[in-house]
């Protein structure tokens, strides 16, 4: 593949572009005006179960088609967030009232909240590093773009990958970012934007390439590892919570019998179905009609699996939560190398908080949250075999979490940029010297 097949083909092509994309903050508020209201009366409400009991009854109802859980149910007393359309918001109530869980409004309605963030997207100051922002949030094609820029700009360090289309046809392209590529070094690979609506989680990626590629600060990261990062491993999902009114979504976007899309975070084939999936194609934790159903989650199969000899690590951003989690999202059991993942997990955590970020819980899926089959982490651990995978749930703001506003943006990536540079140098120490000279 070359680089010129992601799209554009020129230096001039992609100023073009870029100039397309910069609408006076006017215009573009008008477009935004126009979109329709899709969450108009919806609200939104803080859930505290205090028992197992209560925790398996909102587990009940995270399974079906009518509620939208913004959080991962957890231990006791532990909020969840869930948002109800106007239908629903009675029988949600009296469910609550029944089983004697507390609750409270969080959001009265979320349409006000969505479309002021609308109007800060628009309004934005424009924080650049390189070809991108990080006081706003990038749409894929700029997100190609940058890549693209990347890739001509050092050509030596960066390779772009195409590793196949989404179910609407846009590009999945993976940036390699190496040194040395013909050294065999290990590999950490980074994926993020599974579900839609975690835009945050897709400006960490590019913010950890931004940093790798693009500060000489940094070059001590590419001595001895590559990194293989795919921004966003659900392009059709995020296009549309953009550019719709739709701002929740979070699935992908092909047909599943009377609805659309599937949680690409419940496709993975490794006890697919177990628990914390729904089998009602209109849930948001819908699990697809059988494993690795999506076209995103195939591609990304097949590229971990031609890369799973040399990779070391697997991250996955998604939000929020402030979690580092390891597996197992399926059950409760403990991998064998809990106490390095563990270990490693609080490192990394330490490390955000000395650069100004929050502590994050660490531990496996199910004992810090509420299981979850078919993730991508428990996939790439027991199936392709890359020992240390997390998933990190970076933390939410703004009204509603996912709208973490612009001009908070650059903060969160680079406080958890501290604990991506953990990540790197342990497996630049752990790996160094058995890579370069095996034992007989």
């Keep these: 593949m070359s680089i010129v097949s992601i799209g554009l083909s020129s230096e001039y092509d992609l100023n073009h572009h870029w100039n397309k994309m910069y609408k006076t903050a006017g215009l573009l508020y008008v477009l935004l005006a126009a979109v329709s209201a899709n969450y ?49 918001q009675k029988e949600l109530t009296a469910y609550l009232k029944n089983n004697n869980i507390q609750y409270e409004v969080l959001i009265d309605n979320v349409e006000t909240v969505v479309q002021q963030e609308h109007i800060e997207q628009s309004l934005s100051s424009r924080i650049f590093r390189g070809k991108i922002s990080f006081s706003k949030y990038n749409s894929h094609s700029d997100i190609n773009g940058y890549l693209y820029q990347l890739a001509l700009n050092y050509p030596k360090l960066v390779k772009l990958q195409d590793i196949g ?65 795919l921004p966003v491993v659900n392009p059709d999902g995020y296009e549309y919570s953009q550019k719709t009114g739709n701002r929740l979504w979070r699935k992908t976007r092909s047909p599943q019998d009377t609805c659309v899309g599937t949680d690409g975070n419940r496709n993975f084939d ?22 690795f159903s999506e076209v995103e989650t195939q591609n990304l199969r097949d590229y971990l699996l031609k890369i799973k000899n040399n990779a070391k690590l697997y991250l996955t951003f998604h939000s ?45 899926s ?75």
């Design 320 to 364: 929020y939560g402030k979690y580092i989690l390891f597996p197992w999202g399926y059950t409760s059991e403990l991998p064998h190398d809990e106490f390095e993942l563990r270990t490693l997990g609080k490192e990394v955590s330490d490390a955000i908080v000395k650069a100004g970020g929050p502590a994050y819980t660490v531990g496996t």
């Design 40 to 88: 108009e009366g919806y609200k939104v409400y803080s859930v505290k179960p205090a028992n197992d009991t209560q925790i398996k009854m909102l587990g009940i109802l995270e399974n079906t088609e009518k509620l939208d859980f913004w959080s991962r149910l957890g231990y006791r007393s532990k909020t969840v967030d869930i948002m109800a359309a106007p239908t629903e």
């Design 270 to 291: 490794h006890y697919w179905g177990l628990n914390g999936a729904s089998s009602n194609p209109c849930a948001s934790n819908y699990k697809g009609p059988k494993p």
């Design 366 to 440: 199910t004992n810090v949250l509420y299981g979850a089959a078919g993730g991508s982490d428990d996939w790439v651990k027991g199936v392709a075999g890359i020992e240390l995978a997390y998933t990190i749930e970076l933390p939410g703001g703004g009204r509603i979490g996912f709208d973490l506003p612009g001009d908070a943006i650059l903060d969160v990536v680079n406080q958890t940029f501290a604990g991506v540079v953990v990540y790197g140098k342990y497996v630049s120490v752990k790996y160094q010297n058995v890579w370069r000279f095996p034992q007989n």
């Design 165 to 229: 289309r989404s179910y609407e046809k846009r590009n999945m392209v993976v940036i390699q970012i190496s040194l040395t590529p013909s050294a065999n070094n290990p590999i950490i690979f980074i994926d993020a934007g599974i579900h839609a609506r975690e835009w945050i989680s897709i400006a960490q990626a590019l913010y950890i390439i931004y940093e790798l590629v693009e500060n000489p600060a940094n070059k001590d990261l590419l001595a001895d590892v590559d990194w293989h990062i």
